[in-house]
């Protein structure tokens, strides 16, 4: 099954923050896959989301080497990407995220409030590139590399 017959199903997906990496900076390998997939929300098939913590992990790179285009283009996209919303991290799913990381000992925390968010939506689907977080079970983990 190929990206997109795995996300034909699907209503809506949360974008953890490598995903969207990979898009922007047009990774070789991994970018085509969220190329289609970015083409996917376009036509309006498929709704995305991802939250402000997004925001807070892709920034440090490019600010660092004081990469401005870099830094607009993540921001234009975060914030006014056509059918991608942008979430506050809210008090229900700062909890949330302290009750994933308790139930999953490996589990990060800013993995466990991206997750959260993505439930708090009812999110079909988290698409990322860390297989590790294929052993949750409150989100179907969509990583990229099992698409290569």
């Known amino acids: 099954m190929n990206l997109l017959e795995e996300l034909s199903g699907c209503n809506s997906v949360f974008f953890d923050t490598a995903p969207i990496i ?76 302290g009750r994933l990381r308790g139930k999953y000992d490996s589990l990060k925390t800013m993995d466990a409030i991206q997750i959260s968010a993505a439930t708090s939506v009812g999110a079909d689907a988290f698409i990322t590139n860390d297989v590790k977080l294929k052993q949750v079970s409150e989100v179907k983990a969509i990583v990229l590399k099992d698409y290569i």
């Open 22 to 97: 990979y898009y922007i900076e047009a990774h070789e390998e991994y970018a085509p896959l969220m190329k289609e997939v970015i083409n996917y929300l376009k036509v309006g098939d498929l709704t995305a989301f991802t939250s402000v913590i997004t925001i807070t992990e892709v920034l440090p790179k490019p600010v660092s080497k004081n990469q401005t285009q870099l830094i607009d283009k993540f921001l234009k996209f975060l914030r006014k990407g056509k059918n991608v919303t942008l979430l506050e991290i809210s008090p229900d799913i700062a909890e949330s995220a």
